[in-house]
């Protein structure tokens, strides 16, 4: 078993310590009002660099990154995260560009964010694009807000339901009631596709529209989209896309050709900038023509050899402070420009081979309720031998033993035991042979010493945590501690 | 056979041979034919390592680097190299949301320690891991006052950041949410206004320091907000909570802001760190990930994310809030950041912000060629009012490398000055304003 390293940075705090290397100015000392000042000062820890130094670097060893080894997590799309793209990204010239600089002093990053839009529209197939939205789920808010401002601006306000299948994101209905819509969930088929019948009967003119993944949530692509989106504008509704799963689609198929009004795109997940633990990520928002201008503010337009920031007509508004996470949309615009439009093809078949033969090679021990070709991921229900009650949970966490991070577990909700994987396209048939093994290793062990997988994980530095106790004697802060 | 791409053509044949498929667009099938793209995207071709990295300064150098007397929510402030090199370690910077505690303890250690330091700057009870930015976070702090109030109304200062304004309108616009503004008066949030309308309002946001970096007084103004049942929001930058009376002391139900000042660089406006605490009481209707403390089954210490059935991915349509990510890099290199300054460093450089800014104020005075606006007390930023063509002032200035103070209406200026700016960059700026015909 690991040592842990248990220390808190307060731990190491030394009266007098300093970790800074600072000039004073020496200028006259301004005094505030009292009664306008704090009484006594913030009680944070005083170390020196090295202190800190090692500190986070103990604090760091306590993570699985993907450079540590094979991260199939579903839904995640953990791709490398080429070192290219950060030395690029935060370079001087763009690291210490200040946002409300005149345009002519920052032509290069408005550039760069103008051409991304371009690509993202070209590859996309949707009209146009603003990088604004700071993340996944705030791509989808800003899509919902063009759907009301579109229908609100046909004085068509009725339209107050958003159509979301019950395999959809946790974002997507959160999404479209913190846009202010009433969410219409439907049934999904057995393979998480939508069921066009139970679509045709919450169709009608309350519809504002339909919030769909495609490939869906478990890694089926929507053979009935252009049903689907058919139906959908038929009934006066917009169709928005959500992005998550795009990287399947890469050289393959378009989301605007499927009939899609809108789309959000997680940077972080196909376009290889990284997760940072949770964020920063980034996630435009992108529309057909007729949405254009509805767009959030503000927008990049290139008018000769120049580029501009401006307003769009009707846009919803402002989303953010500035013009979104450039330092992740930095990062994408590399990865794009090194893979080119003759490797980008590449990525969708790769990921979609790479999960087809983790899928064929394990079908016979892990239950697959969804048959057939998948596409960039897709979902095992448990073991097939469930005989001796070991749960997707516990697979999970005696894969965190062998030196693999866990599937994607208990999503989507539509299967009990869902484990959903997803390999990426970057991971090499070694390493997809090198999972394959442990997980028929795990299987084997769930009916031969069922206990080892029931209590894993054994070899982490911690192991199963106590949730409940986490919940009913809340410790949030250090002073929760002492 | 692309660097990112690692399969043989061997290789593909016998993943194939194991699938049962004759080629890859075989996996394809379910794809209708109509449906599949024919020819390539229409982007430009690969580029090689070395005509990209050419490529990347090319245009990075279109950008101009300045000598910054500007703010207005974006700060260029000093950050110790630490910070990035830590930041840039792999375990970091390439995992995922911590949803397998076992292997995530890193990220959720440091979290731990950004909520106590966040809780410790704002003298608040509690912080959640971090938000998109600072006006998100504010936005998200009237949806809390939303929830826990059921009103639709909020009373939200005109001395904000209008950039923050905007933000919460449109955040509220589609919400079914009223946003009415409290006029200003002389500078500061009319609080007679407060009084006159707070009854049946969801709460108040204010700002502090203000847009024109005033310092307001809100000693007493949450005894007004908290008698007619509504919430306390204040949203406030981080350095100034070095000085200020905390939103704690100053009995805040939510407070709110951007931390980019401490320890994230300007990179064109993006990604910075929104922050949001609140009371104990409020716990359970604010927003995104919160990080807590258990045991696991040998007893020992852990970190978890707790609290999680406020969040989307159990709440779904009845969520408060869709966020589902924290900035949680960003608040990593807060937390660094916050470490390495420390105590008496955190302290230090607010006054060394707050000193240059009123060296700078005074001098520009006596050169006459402005006047005062406002006559009370100020942090980092404040307003002149020029006498002067200001357009040309300000090309002049760049002219010369420097980014002058951003013009907010007709003649009048807002200057900023942080703890980065030197005696000698402070003296440049005001020998540049001497000369300046």
Redesign the interface.
């Known amino acids: 078993m690991k040592k842990?390293y248990?220390t808190?940075?307060?731990d190491l705090?030394k009266e007098?310590?300093?970790?800074?290397?600072?000039?004073?100015?020496?200028?006259?000392?301004?005094n505030?009002?009292t009664?306008?000042?704090?009484?006594t000062?913030?009680?944070?820890?005083?170390?020196s660099?090295f202190d800190?130094?090692r500190?986070?670097?103990n604090?760091?060893?306590?993570?699985?990154?993907?450079?540590?080894g094979f991260?199939p997590?579903g839904s995640?799309t953990?791709?490398?995260?080429?070192k290219?793209n950060?030395?690029?990204a935060?370079?001087?010239?763009?690291?210490?560009?200040?946002?409300?600089?005149?345009e002519h002093?920052?032509?290069?990053?408005l550039?760069?964010y103008y051409e991304t839009q371009?690509?993202l529209s070209?590859?996309s197939g949707l009209k146009a694009y603003s990088l604004n939205p700071?993340?996944?789920?705030?791509g989808?808010?800003a899509g919902?807000?063009i759907i009301?401002a579109y229908h609100q601006k046909n004085k068509d306000e009725k339209r107050t339901k958003i159509i979301?299948p019950d395999s959809a994101h946790?974002?997507n209905?959160?999404?479209?009631?913190?846009?202010?819509f009433d969410?219409v969930?439907i049934k999904s088929n057995i393979d998480g596709t939508v069921n066009v019948d139970a679509l045709k009967a919450v169709l009608s003119d309350e519809i504002a529209g339909l919030m769909l993944t495609n490939p869906n949530t478990a890694g089926?692509?929507e053979?009935d989209?252009?049903e689907i989106s058919k139906l959908v504008h038929e009934a006066g509704g917009l169709l928005y896309y959500d992005g998550a799963n795009l990287n399947a689609l890469l050289?393959?198929?378009?989301p605007g050709?499927?009939g899609f009004d809108i789309t959000h795109i997680n940077l972080h997940k196909t376009f290889?900038t990284?997760?940072?633990?949770?964020?920063?990520?980034?996630g435009p928002v992108g529309v057909c023509e007729k949405l254009v201008e509805f767009l959030?503010?503000p927008i990049v337009t290139k008018k000769g050899d120049t580029y501009h920031l401006e307003l769009a007509k009707d846009s919803?508004?402002?989303?953010?402070?500035?013009?979104?996470?450039?330092?992740?949309y930095l990062r994408a615009y590399?990865y794009?420009?090194?893979?080119?439009?003759?490797?980008?093809?590449?990525?969708g078949?790769?990921a979609?081979?790479?999960a087809?033969?983790i899928k064929?090679?394990l079908k016979d021990i892990f239950d697959l309720p969804i048959e057939?070709?998948c596409?960039h991921e897709f979902v095992f229900d448990g073991l097939k031998d469930s005989s001796t009650g070991v749960k997707t949970l516990d697979i999970?966490?005696r894969l965190?033993d062998y030196g693999y991070?866990?599937p994607?577990i208990y999503?989507p909700l539509i299967f009990h035991q869902s484990m959903m994987i997803e390999p990426t396209?970057?991971?090499?048939?070694d390493t997809l042979d090198g999972f394959i093994e442990i997980m028929r290793t795990v299987a084997k062990e769930a009916i031969e010493n069922p206990e080892l997988v029931k209590?894993a994980?054994h070899t982490?530095?911690?192991?199963?945590?106590?949730?409940v106790?986490?919940?009913k004697q809340?410790?949030?802060?250090?002073?929760?501690?002492q | 056979m692309h660097k990112y791409l690692p399969h043989t053509n061997q290789e593909i044949k016998e993943m194939l041979d194991k699938i049962g498929a004759s080629s890859i667009d075989d996996l394809f099938d379910k794809i209708p034919k109509s449906l599949k793209i024919k020819k390539d995207y229409d982007i430009p071709e690969a580029m090689g390592d070395d005509e990209l990295t050419n490529h990347m300064h090319d245009l990075a150098n279109k950008n101009q680097e300045l000598l910054i007397f500007r703010g207005a929510g974006s700060y260029d402030h000093y950050t110790p190299s630490a910070v990035k090199a830590l930041i840039s370690r792999q375990e970091f910077l390439t995992s995922y949301t911590p949803y397998q505690p076992e292997v995530a303890q890193g990220t959720l250690q440091y979290i731990f320690e950004y909520q106590s330091m966040v809780t410790e700057l704002t003298q608040m009870d509690v912080s959640n891991a971090s938000m998109y930015d600072g006006s998100t976070a504010t936005a998200e702090a009237m949806f809390m006052a939303h929830a826990q109030t059921g009103k639709k109304e909020i009373l939200v200062s005109s001395t904000l950041n209008p950039r923050i304004i905007d933000v919460i309108k449109t955040y509220a616009h589609y919400k079914g949410l009223t946003v009415t503004l409290i006029p200003e008066k002389d500078g500061i949030t009319d609080v007679n206004f407060i009084k006159a309308n707070i009854q049946d309002k969801m709460g108040v946001i204010v700002s502090n320091p203000n847009y024109y970096g005033i310092i307001e007084d809100y000693n007493g103004l949450a005894d007004i907000i908290h008698e007619a049942g509504g919430l306390f929001v204040i949203n406030q930058e981080g350095q100034s909570l070095a000085l200020l009376k905390t939103p704690g002391e100053l009995d805040a139900d939510i407070a709110c802001g951007d931390l980019q000042s401490l320890g994230i660089p300007l990179s064109f406006g993006g990604a910075y760190i929104g922050y949001l605490a609140t009371k104990q009481k409020y716990v359970r209707k604010m927003p995104g990930r919160i990080c807590g403390i258990t045991t696991d089954v040998d007893g020992k210490r852990a970190f978890v994310l707790t609290l999680q059935a406020r969040e989307q991915h159990i709440r779904r349509a009845k969520a408060n809030s869709n966020i589902c990510s924290n900035q949680s890099l960003n608040a990593l290199a807060v937390t660094i950041y916050l470490s390495l300054v420390g105590k008496e460093g955190f302290v230090k450089f607010a006054k060394e912000s707050l000193n240059g800014a009123h060296y700078l104020y005074n001098k520009l005075l006596e050169t006459k060629k402005f006047e005062k606006v406002y006559d009370k007390p100020f942090f980092k930023e404040f307003v002149l009012k020029a006498n002067f063509n200001v357009e040309k002032f300000n090309s002049y200035l760049l002219d010369q490398g420097i980014l002058g103070p951003l013009q907010i209406k007709d003649d009048q200026l807002l200057f900023a000055v942080t703890e980065k700016r030197t005696k000698a960059e402070l003296d440049l700026l005001i020998e540049k304003v001497v000369n300046f015909k």
């Open positions: 842990l248990d808190l940075i307060f705090s007098g310590r300093i970790g800074y290397q600072y000039k004073e100015k020496h200028l006259d000392e301004v505030l009002p009664d306008l000042i704090r009484s000062p913030a009680s944070l820890p005083e170390v660099e800190v130094v500190h986070y670097t604090v760091s060893q306590k993570n699985f990154g993907v450079e540590t991260y997590l995640c953990m791709k490398y995260n080429p290219i950060d030395e690029l935060t370079i001087k010239g763009f690291a210490n560009i200040h946002p409300l600089q005149p002093t920052m032509q290069g990053l550039q760069i371009e690509m070209k590859i700071f993340a996944g789920a705030h989808e808010l919902l807000m009301k979301v946790g974002t209905p959160a999404s479209a009631t913190v846009c202010g969410v969930e089926v692509f053979k989209i252009l050289g393959h198929a378009k050709d499927m290889s990284p997760h940072g633990g949770g964020g920063p990520g980034s959030p503010n919803i508004g402002n989303l953010g402070m500035f013009y979104g996470n450039a330092s992740v590399v794009l420009r090194t893979l080119g439009k003759e490797n980008i093809k590449d990525v078949s790769l979609v081979l790479n087809n033969y064929e090679s057939g070709n596409m999970a966490k965190l991070h866990a994607t999503f396209e970057v991971e090499s048939k209590t994980p982490t530095i911690v192991r199963r945590l106590d949730e106790k986490a919940v809340p410790i949030l802060k250090y002073k929760d501690i």
